[in-house]
């Protein structure tokens, strides 16, 4: 049974920083694809961070302040998230995958920038 497990969101004031991390199990997780996602309310969900292999790309509106990261030997993958700002406000989603095969979700982690 696949499970991925987000937990280090909250409270944060503007100027804040929160880490993310997202604990996986169940898969192969160093073949995977892992990304960060979010959804502000009536919004879309948006890809915000996606690390493959050695390889990062972030959406524009976080360069610069987010970083991903991952470690094979936990099973985890990071955010650390810097300056953050009130429309960085959104539920954050861990995501796990592979081009041929496995899509796989998080619950979610409520993230709030708000003072």
């Known amino acids: 049974q696949v499970q991925l497990v987000e937990s280090g969101g909250g409270l944060v004031q503007p100027g804040g920083s929160l880490r993310l991390t997202c604990a996986a199990s169940g898969i192969l997780f160093s073949i995977y694809a892992m990304g960060w996602y979010r959804q502000a309310p009536g919004k879309q969900r948006e890809l915000v961070a996606v690390?493959?292999?050695?390889?990062?790309n972030y959406v524009e509106s976080v360069k610069g302040r987010f970083t991903i990261s991952r470690d094979n030997a936990k099973n985890t993958v990071y955010l650390q998230m810097n300056s953050l700002k009130p429309e960085d406000t959104a539920v954050y989603y861990c995501n796990a995958n592979r081009a041929l095969g496995g899509d796989f979700w998080g619950q979610g982690t409520q993230v709030t920038v708000s003072s």
């Open positions: 690390i493959t292999g050695g390889r990062t």
